[in-house]
């Protein structure tokens, strides 16, 4: 399977391309470069009272916000280089960990968003429902389970690959955590419907794939 087959079609899901004027407003800078960027580019964190640098993804946590580029190198070296004290002009402490803290919480939050899309009717499972959803024109993002079948798995690609709207592909949890988050067993195939849930989804899976691949490397040796 080559990298243009698996690769999303569509906005990049490095959020480049042309923005709104409200989405402009909504830029903040990233205390590593310097660089300003769109928020959804960005890790939000405040300082605790105890002067530790805390990760506030949804951005909701009182206090002034310090703002780092979404990758795990970013992380990392605002983190080294006691660059949060610098930007909050405050004492500052930062755990050596602090990019695997803000992996783990975007990943558990990128899976908590499926149960929450699945509670609002914009999920659909199996292969049928899939590959009609993805006939119809209507999917946004393919989510299938890392560890399913590779027949399966090239099947619904192809559907995929002849929709009218191509969808962008994840391949992140598997089958068993597809699974415990959208209340069933197992589950293989899955279809982000497009629409305003797809697109708030899209900005966490933007962020994440900063810290970690969101389709297994093994795929892109498939035939």
Known sequence: MTEAELSHQGPALDGSGPRTLAQASRERRDIVTGEVMAEDA????????DG?????????LPGRGVWVAADRVSVETAARK??????AKTRATAPPDLADQVDGLLRRRVLDGLGLAKRAAQLV???????????GGKVAWLIEASDGAFDGRRKILNVARKSPKPAKVFGLFSAEELGLALGRENVIHTAFLAGRGADRWTSDVQRLSGFRPILP??????P
Do not use: H
Request: cysteine-free; hydrophobic content about 50%.
């Open 52 to 60: 530790m640098a805390v990760p506030d993804l949804a951005r909701k």
């Open 42 to 49: 960005l890790i939000r964190f405040v300082i605790s009272p």
């Open 125 to 135: 499972s199996g292969f049928e429902k899939v590959s009609s959803a993805l006939n």
């Open 217 to 222: 490397e093994a795929w892109r040796e498939e």
């Open 82 to 87: 006691g660059l949060f004290s610098r930007a």
